[in-house]
């Protein structure tokens, strides 16, 4: 058995998935008289894919009374026809956990997947390039998201507004007169461990900005890029720059050739699930 990763769900957020799905038991199940039979169920590859879930998906098993095991831990990469998991036990706890843990998967192996392929296409552009993972996910599933774009080699840009300092247009409507130094050197006092990021949309603002620790240029094509990189360099700034907006992975390396060592995503929340194949087998006896 493959040494599984953390689970970041826990037996609680668990427990209210398979509450969503079998609320006052399995109708079906239960009515053909089955529901005490032996079994086993295999999730498969069906696609190849970056897996990512099978943490969760085990223990949702393991809750439902079967006996499961990992075979391809989050971030492996599975050809299909990989075993992915494997569970044990009556077919009622098979059939409760079945969906749920099916579907988790696939959701999470798509988007690690797709961000996986970012990250690749970024690398072709320089082996440096960083691709970070935006907080656009469906409400509720952000920390499988997190586990997602990590599994795919990528990171969080950020987790949720409390632990990073990203300045919007929308928070400099409210600054009035006050220089754009100061606001990054009164920021810097503040919050001295943290990086002070600036989310800009021309030129002009970004040299406006060129103090700040990151630029993020918002929907900026490469060239544009290019350009507020060489802008940048010939004032002797050492601002990171980052590209946001519309970076998907048939981009990604012409943006980081054209200098941006940090691409910021959203495309993986909306990635096509992989496919997952299930196989059931019944052992016909009494457990």
Not at 32 to 54: E, H, K, N, T
Not at 99 to 106: D, F, H, I, P, R
Not at 116 to 135: K, N, S
Not at 227 to 239: F, N
Request: hydrophobic share 45%.
């Amino acid at each position: 058995m493959i040494a599984p990763t953390l689970s970041v769900l826990g037996d609680h957020e668990l427990h209210q998935l398979l509450a969503e799905d079998v609320p006052y038991g399995d109708l079906t199940t239960d009515s053909l008289g089955i529901a005490a039979q032996s079994g086993r169920i295999r999730f498969f590859a069906r696609d190849p894919m970056v897996v990512c879930g099978v943490e969760e998906a085990v223990r949702l098993f393991e809750l439902c009374g079967a006996r499961a095991e990992i075979h391809a831990t989050s971030g492996s990469d599975a050809p299909t026809e990989t075993l992915l998991l494997e569970a044990r036990g009556r077919a009622d706890a098979l059939h409760r956990g079945w969906k749920t843990a099916q579907t988790l998967v696939e959701w999470c192996s798509g988007i690690a997947t797709s961000a996986a392929a970012i990250v690749a296409a970024a690398r072709l552009g320089h082996p440096d390039a960083m691709v970070a993972g935006t907080r656009k996910n469906v409400p509720g599933t952000r920390r499988l998201a997190a586990k997602a774009f990590r599994a795919g080699g990528a990171v969080m840009h950020r987790i949720g507004l409390s632990e990073s300092i990203l300045i919007f247009a929308e928070h400099r409507l409210f600054l009035g007169q006050e220089c754009t130094a100061e606001t990054v050197a009164r920021l810097h006092r503040q919050c001295p461990e943290k990086r002070v990021v600036v989310e800009v949309a021309n030129l002009e603002e970004a040299l406006a900005w060129a103090d700040a620790d990151v630029l993020q240029l918002e929907k900026f094509p490469p060239p544009a890029v290019a350009e507020v990189v060489a802008a940048l360099a010939a004032r002797g700034s050492k601002t990171l720059v980052a590209a946001a907006g519309g970076i998907h992975a048939r981009n990604a390396e012409e943006y980081v050739r054209a200098g941006a060592r940090l691409l910021v995503t959203t495309a993986p929340h909306l990635a096509q699930p992989r496919d997952v194949q299930v196989r059931f087998e019944s052992f016909n006896s009494q457990i």
